[in-house]
């Protein structure tokens, strides 16, 4: 008798949602409860449910692209903007600050619009450049591995302090100090185009054209293809203007060191002479590095 009526009292707790039907499955819209709660010690306690989603698995991946593609990629555009503050800080001590009567001003401007420098940028680094206190202009002249040479633009505050960070990095990567190496390097000016879908025979056809010197086959900072016009110094606004109206799309155009002699190295010695320039690069006073450097083929 008593056991009859514990059974009732049981039954009279379970949810109606749990009562078993014959030859029939529980409907997906309906809930289910877990089995703890048929217990009468249990009922008073909530169970919640746990969803595991496969969308959550995706997070690691997603940081993972955010923390070796992206971050690398914002180092080396924050890098690349600060050389430019430096370029534009020279130009401004060499010319003043109005690209319309300063050339070289001119043309870095117009490098940091093909590089998508913000405009705040641009007029902050001319507005600093007006205000800063007197700096010095440096070029060290140096050997590295596998006996190529190389050019070392500095602006500094602080010559010494300079001196002996360009030194340090030298020393501890394959290199030395090296006077003469200006020698090996004419100041030229130098149009920069990409150099997809163009031939190296129609490459030289425009050169003549334009008014160019010689054209140059190498690869930019994302081993993109590109051609370099390169032209006297004070052609180069001809030049470029020459290659606009051919049709040709330009990249960059400003002046730079090129050298007269290429220094061929291996594989060793590339990779040593590229880990030189990576660390000197990287030097908060060094503005750029120009090198002779040929690789083996």
Known sequence: MAGSVVRR??????????????GRFLSPVEPVVPLAVQFPS???SPVRSLQLLCALCAGHNKWSKVKHIKGP?????GKMFMKFGMLIKIAVKEGGSNPEMNLNLAHILEQCRGKNMPKASVEAAIKSAEKAKPATQHMFEARGPG????????????NSRSQQDIRRLLNKN??????????????????????????MERALELAIEAGAE????????EEQPILQFICDMTDLRKVRASLVELGMQITSAGLEFVPRTLSSLDQDQLNAASTLIEALTDSPDVVRVWDNIQADS
């Open 9 to 22: 009292a049981l039954c009279s707790l379970r949810p109606q949602s749990l009562t078993a039907v014959p």
């Open 147 to 158: 006996g190529c040479l190389l050019l070392i633009e500095v602006l500094t505050e602080n």
């Open 73 to 77: 990629k914002d180092e080396a555009r």
């Open 174 to 199: 394959g290199g030395m100090l090296s006077d003469g190496a200006r020698h090996n390097f004419n100041r030229r000016g130098v149009v920069v185009v990409p150099g997809q879908n163009l031939s």
């Open 214 to 221: 010689d054209v140059k086959e190498t690869e930019d900072e």
């Open 42 to 44: 249990w009922r008073s």
